[in-house]
């Protein structure tokens, strides 16, 4: 069982930066992707950015440019800098890591952005 703790979730105006964490109770090494979805009131979640074990990223195309995802496996943590914040990147955050292709979710953190 792999568990997962998000923070860094905040109030930012528009235009301004948050930076997610994502600590892991076990070795990042034996982590496969890692990645954070979100969700929005009365909306699905979905795939902000993931990251594979040997740094290949990917991201949403609603943040590319935007958004960062790292990842830092000796810490077991994963982090995404969020920068040029929009109003509509307000949701509640989600850390999601594959092992053994099995999903684990943290319980998110909220990230509210106002115009």
């Known amino acids: 069982q792999v568990q997962l703790a998000e923070s860094g979730g905040d109030l930012v105006q528009a235009g301004g930066s948050l930076r997610l964490s994502c600590a892991a109770s076990?070795?990042?090494?034996?982590?496969?992707?890692m990645g954070w979805y979100r969700q929005a009131p009365g909306k699905q979640r979905e795939l902000v950015a993931s990251?594979?074990?040997?740094?290949?990223?990917t991201y949403a195309d609603s943040v590319k440019g935007r958004f960062t995802i790292s990842r830092d496996n000796a810490k077991n943590t994963v982090y995404l800098q969020m920068d040029s914040l929009k109003p509509e990147d307000t949701a509640v955050y989600y850390c999601?890591?594959?092992?053994?292709?099995?999903?684990?979710w943290g319980k998110g953190t909220l990230v509210t952005v106002s115009s």
């Open positions: 999601n890591a594959l092992r053994l292709g099995v999903p684990y």
């Open positions: 076990e070795s990042g090494f034996g982590l496969n992707a």
């Open positions: 990251i594979t074990r040997d740094g290949t990223t």
